[in-house]
């Protein structure tokens, strides 16, 4: 359970302060992704992983349709449900949100250790994801583009919640070494947050899309 195969190491200490920071609503999972992946679509195969990085996870060895439909409905479902609220409050108020998803990931796979400080997982959109990686490499960071892991994942939450949507939005993946304590995860988002707001800036005010209309 404190392995990254249980969870994000880093990553809630990091949306907390820059949810802080921002003074922005931050929406967090409160259980183990072995139970289920919430950053998954409902029909994705490692929505409950069974196997993960060599180990066997107990509890989903046996978990048939039936249980993961049941784990949707419980855990995954409300946790969407609760983005969506957000989304659609702003949204009511005539303004347009920009999504930022943060996650982290291990310094070394299989062996071989990851040049990445920090990666921008982006889909088609690329509003945010461009003046973030620019800014990232001004402040000095080995930033990947769509590496260690690409951004295009269908039914993930940047396709829900952002590209189905027309919203700006990014997946910030941050090398755990970097965040692994309360302490380096706080040193981190605050050496994050102006990169953050720099990127936002250069990408300018979001603008609802325009209805178009045919005869």
Request: charged fraction near 25%.
């Amino acid at each position: 359970m404190a392995s990254h195969i249980a969870y994000d190491i880093g990553a809630a200490a990091v949306t907390r302060t820059l949810a802080d920071r921002f003074a922005s609503p931050a929406i967090l999972a409160s259980w183990s992704r072995l139970l289920i992946d919430l950053n998954r679509g409902e029909d994705d195969p490692t929505l409950v992983m069974k196997l993960s990085d060599g180990s066997i996870i107990p509890g989903n060895r046996d978990a048939g349709a039936d249980e993961i439909a049941r784990r949707i409905n419980i855990f995954h479902a409300p946790y969407h449900a609760a983005i969506a609220a957000e989304i659609a409050g702003y949204r009511a108020a005539g303004q347009v949100p920009v999504l930022i998803s943060i996650h982290s990931f291990t310094p070394v796979w299989k062996g071989h250790k990851r040049k990445w400080q920090v990666s921008v997982l982006s889909d088609r959109d690329r509003r945010l994801a461009d003046p973030l990686l620019a800014r990232l490499g001004a402040a000095g960071l080995t930033a990947g583009d769509n590496e260690p892991y690409a951004g295009g994942l269908k039914g993930d939450t940047l396709d829900r919640h952002g590209t189905a949507l027309g919203l700006p939005h990014v997946l910030i993946e941050i090398r755990q070494d970097l965040i692994g304590d309360a302490a380096r995860a706080k040193t981190f988002a605050a050496r994050l947050e102006p990169i953050l707001a720099a990127a936002l800036a250069d990408m300018g005010p979001p603008r609802r899309r325009q209805k178009t209309h045919s005869s």
